[in-house]
């Protein structure tokens, strides 16, 4: 008998496909602090839970019977992934289910914010008649730019065509292709801050996009511009956004996610021209049916074994074809990890070359790892093995597998060509032994650098002082370099070098490293 712990109110109805299963057993849980639901959490053989239990490292680790753990939705922030795979454990979502729901409330809340409505309902409530303190704006004409195209952004710009209004975006992760077929502009972020009546935001939170509207993003746009976060608190800096609306440079402005969930006390709270919804987004009784159903299909294959689609850590291949290529998929995810930090501009094409022994095999789980390792690191929704080729192909990327003979020497070898609008970058990598991986060569430029933790990568001119300054600069803000590779086909022509440091390297001496004399570029990889 199985038994599946559900929390946070997930749609009864959704879980059909659990309760018609006659060794599963379904219990509701309520509200729990971590320590009850470490305690409760052993005797369960799977967890359903929305955005409000977290799943901490302390929960997993006391899950002895847990197999898979499923979020009914999108975004798995509440989950602590690194320790479900160190556990074995398999992580689902269900990241279609709500898309739509999220889309509607973002509009919903552009033209609350348009027409003052929450405002005019509560001094109504009031028993105030009062019309003129209530004066809109229309949407139509008007143009919204939107921070994030991949589903939410483009359901949104849809709809909001169709209030005629002039739709422009930022996601330098969408090509051209993509963004023409939705009639909706690609522009700069600073170009979209310029030019936006309304901004909306419709990107996961990441590194990059943390705090990417703060003061100075707020200083380059529009007076009286509206701004609306339908996706993840901490996109937009609040302390920011609050001076933004003192000053009036921004005239309203609506958010259904905050950095602290749940937030019931902000200084956005005694703006008049300030709404709010508590994460709302996906509370659409059809929203959540489709994530419950979509997410309890999911929890049954796996505890039966069979094939899931939306896995959020773990690859789902076919175990024969998994055990021949196994020991590559961790090379070529990185290898992709690492295009995707080396690339500039929109990616339009993939090609994965193998060459030696491993163009024998059934290598296409392979390129799916090169293909998941690139769109990983820019998607909110989970990129996995059965997604990503679909993902690419959605965002306009062509991907090609190829084989070749010449292995350069090594028993096998993965060369990854990418082609943005911008460079055509090639990495290879091969594995020493059964499963050492190595990256071996950057745009045919000869390395031997192990593909994990910080990299620093400094194309450059083959001559002296080069190489020491470099080194002194990262010395002096106390990062040791653990390794160090130099490229070159010719003295005196172009050459790579590649730093496996312990820390990353400031931005601030990346763009001192940039300055030194010969040097062509300066990146820094995580890998
Ligand atoms: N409020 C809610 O209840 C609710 C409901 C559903 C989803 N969400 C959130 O909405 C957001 C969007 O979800 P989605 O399903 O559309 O995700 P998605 O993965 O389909 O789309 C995200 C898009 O953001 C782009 N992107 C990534 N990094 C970027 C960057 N630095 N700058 C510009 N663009 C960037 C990607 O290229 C992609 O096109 C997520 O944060 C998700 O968690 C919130
Ligand atoms: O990531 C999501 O799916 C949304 O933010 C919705 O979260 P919720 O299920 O907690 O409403």
Redesign the pocket.
């Known amino acids: 008998m199985y038994k599946v712990l559900v929390m946070?109110g997930v749609a009864e109805e959704g879980l059909a496909p659990l309760r018609r299963e006659e060794d599963i057993e379904v219990v509701i849980g309520r509200k729990m602090t971590e320590d009850e639901l470490v305690e409760t959490i052993p005797e369960y053989d799977a967890l359903i839970v929305?955005?409000?239990t977290r799943v901490t490292r302390r929960v997993i680790e006391a899950g002895v019977n847990l197999k898979v753990i499923g979020r009914?939705?999108?975004?798995v922030d509440n989950i602590d992934l690194e320790a479900a795979t160190t556990q074995g454990i398999l992580v689902v979502n269900a990241p279609d289910g709500?898309t739509i729901a999220?889309t509607e409330h973002t509009i919903a809340m552009m033209l609350a914010l348009a027409r003052n409505i929450p405002q005019a309902v509560a001094r109504l409530k009031e028993g105030v008649w009062d019309k003129k303190a209530f004066l809109g704006v229309e949407l139509r004409d008007k143009t919204l730019g939107i921070i994030g195209l991949g589903r939410i952004g483009s359901a949104v710009a849809k709809r909001a065509q169709a209030l005629e209004m002039n739709v422009i975006a930022y996601d330098p992760y969408i090509t051209e292709e993509k963004a023409s077929t939705l009639a909706v502009e690609l522009v700069s972020l600073e170009e979209l801050f310029r030019r936006s009546d309304f901004i909306t935001v419709h990107l996961p939170k990441t590194k990059e996009s943390y705090h990417m509207i703060d003061e100075r993003a707020f200083a380059m746009m529009k007076d009286g511009v509206r701004i609306i976060n339908c996706a993840r608190g901490g996109i937009i800096d609040e302390d920011a956004l609050y001076q933004a609306m003192l000053s009036g440079k921004v005239a309203g402005a609506a958010l259904d996610v905050f950095e602290k969930e749940p937030c019931t006390d902000s200084s956005l709270f005694s703006l008049p021209n300030f709404i709010a919804t508590p994460?709302l987004?996906?509370?659409t009784r059809e929203a959540q049916l489709h994530?419950a159903l979509d997410v309890a299909e999911e929890i049954v294959a796996a505890l039966r074994g069979k094939l899931v689609k939306n896995t959020v850590n773990i690859p789902s291949i076919n175990p024969q074809v998994l055990s021949a290529v196994r020991p590559y998929l961790g090379l070529a995810e990185k290898l992709g990890k690492l295009q995707a930090q080396l690339v500039t501009g929109r990616i339009r094409k993939i090609e994965v070359i193998y060459s030696g022994e491993l163009a024998k095999q059934e290598v296409s789980p392979i390129t799916t790892a090169v293909v998941k390792g690139i769109l990983d690191p820019i998607l909110q929704q989970t990129v996995n093995f059965v997604n990503a080729p679909v993902l690419a192909k959605n965002r306009g990327i062509q991907v090609f597998q190829a084989v070749d003979g010449e292995a350069e020497g090594y028993s096998s070898l993965i060369t990854v060509k990418v082609y943005s609008d911008k460079v055509e970058k090639s990495v290879a990598g091969t594995l020493f032994g059964k499963e050492d991986p190595r990256i071996v060569m950057v745009d045919g430029y000869r390395i031997d650098v192990i593909p994990s933790g910080y990299l620093l990568y400094v194309p450059h001119i083959d001559k002296p002082r080069i190489i020491g300054p470099v080194g002194v600069l990262i010395g002096e803000h106390n990062i040791n370099i653990a390794a160090m590779q130099v490229g070159r086909k010719q003295i005196g022509g172009r050459a790579v070098m590649m730093l496996s440091v312990d820390a990353p390297v400031p931005e601030e001496t990346l763009a001192e490293i940039a300055r030194i004399e010969g040097v062509l570029d300066v990146k820094m990889v995580h890998l």
């Open positions: 946070d929305r955005s409000a009914a939705g999108v975004g709500n999220a994460h987004g996906a509370s994530v």
